[in-house]
């Protein structure tokens, strides 16, 4: 379906509401990839499209190991789609179970907390965390795909989760989103990385931390606190608050994003263009009464030169 954009399709991995997660390959490149499949609505949707590629820019310039690359996005004649580097882990949804959570829930958790507390610091907060952009290695490394795209759903209800499980009460009832947003997402992820995913959801029902958590338990329930302003302000707050340090996190600077720049310059040069273009035309419209006068004056000069010879 997208192969005239270079992309075969190879596996599908996840379906959500944000479309289908597939592994892919780039042909010319013969590169594995993981690509998202937008719905056909959104790319209808001028106004959500653009929302959704000015958060995907701002998400590509994230340079972090525990944030997806983003390789490319645009619109095809099957739909817009998203193209970010093939993680090396599994996909959290294939790892948790409704029961049971994982054996080694802490060093998961806290590179999860690095990687949201590093997209924070250079000003991009992710309001989306879910089972399907959180990917997992077997030594516990997490990488952290799909920032932002929850401000489009937002602005525009017709598109993604209203419902989804680690959405925070503010979320779902259309209020301001900030930092704190994310802790609450984060507070159930570790719930759920703890117990399985049926814990989280009687804690968010009800905002009741599990009794196995030990002294967890109150910085959990802070996590879940319905108000916004009750809750860490921060991953990295949070992380200071489970005994985590975070100095000694290593998070990299914004990227300049090459494929950012590269789509702005077409862009504006195609705006450029189509400027002169019109421009051009304006211009050869003005002078059209002139280059007639000039024809027919050499018309005439032509008859002269051409009488007095015959003569």
Known sequence: MFEDEGYLLEESLAADTWGELYR???????????????????????????????????????????????????????????????????????????????????????????????????????????????????????????????????????????????????????QRVSAATDVYALGLFFIALSGGLAEARLAAQGNVVPEGLGELRPVLARCLDEQPLARYRSAGELAGAMGLDPEQWLYEEYRDCPLCRLKSEIERDATLGSKRRRAGLAAAAGELPYLWTAIMALAVVTFLVWWLALR
Request: overall charge negative; glycine content about 12%.
């Open 24 to 174: 892919a390959r780039y042909a010319p490149h013969d590169r594995e990839v993981l690509f998202r499949r937008f719905p056909a609505g959104l790319g209808a949707d001028t106004g959500a499209w653009e929302l959704a590629c000015a958060e995907i820019q701002a998400w590509a310039r994230l340079d972090h190991p525990g944030i997806l690359q983003v390789l490319d996005w645009g619109e095809a004649a099957a739909g817009p789609y998203l193209v970010t580097a093939m993680p090396g882990g599994t996909l959290l949804g294939d790892i948790l179970a409704e029961e049971k959570g994982v054996e080694t829930p802490d060093d998961m958790f806290r590179n999860l907390l690095v990687s949201v507390e590093a997209a924070r610091q250079w000003g991009v907060l992710h309001l989306g965390l879910n089972l399907t952009c959180v990917w997992v290695a077997g030594d516990g490394t997490v990488e952290v795909g799909e920032f932002g795209l929850s401000y489009v759903s937002r602005e525009f209800p017709a598109h993604g989760a209203a419902d989804d499980l680690f959405l925070a009460p503010e979320q779902s009832r259309g």
